[in-house]
Structure formats: C-alpha cells, structure tokens
C-alpha cells in the first residue's frame, strides 16, 4: 500500500523494520493542478461507465482499478501538501495563502 502515495520511498531496510519517507519538495508542486488532476481522471471514470454500460463494451472498465488508485495517490498528496502548509509557513507563503485560506 505504500506504493500508491506519492513520493514515499523505502529509504532502509532490514528483517525487523522498514524506514519511508516522502521525497519531494512541497513548494515545487501545485495544489491547483493536482485538483485537476484528480478531476480529470474521475471525470473520465464516469464517461467509461457510462459508456460501458450504454454500449454494452466492458473493455475500457478493466482500467477503472488503476485509475482510483491514481485518484486515491493524488488526493492523499493533496491533503499531505494541505496539512504541510497549515504547519509550515514557508509552505503557505510560498502558495501566498493564510491559515484561513488553506482551510477553504
């Protein structure tokens, strides 16, 4: 389950314990687009839905799977990248957002 966050990495590893961190730069990314992102993937989710069950074609449905993990991957980096900047005010300058903004 580790391998569907983005940016975490094993960096050690021994029989007893396995140590991950997240590898990237907050300030490189773009809460907008991940949002985007996420929202393009879904929304072409739910055209291959619906595409499927009108034409009676599965074929596009066996990707769906791939896809959610995709969603799942990019919202869990959204909420990381949104707690961060609540606690790091490099982060929030950087996206030029206050407190009460990142909460909306």
Excluded: C, W
Aim: aromatic share 4%.
């Amino acid at each position: 389950s580790m391998r569907r966050l983005v940016g975490m990495e094993i960096i050690e590893e021994d029989a007893s314990h396995i140590n991950m961190q997240f590898l990237l730069d907050a300030t490189t990314l773009n809460p907008a687009k991940i949002l985007k992102r996420i929202s393009s993937i879904a929304l072409g989710m739910y055209d291959d839905v619906l595409t499927g069950l009108i034409s009676d074609d599965k074929s596009n449905l066996q990707t769906l799977s791939n896809r959610d993990v995709e969603v799942n991957r990019q919202y869990f980096l959204l909420v990381r990248l949104i707690r961060s900047t609540l606690v790091d005010r490099r982060l929030s300058n950087a996206f030029n957002l206050e407190n009460i903004d990142i909460l909306d």
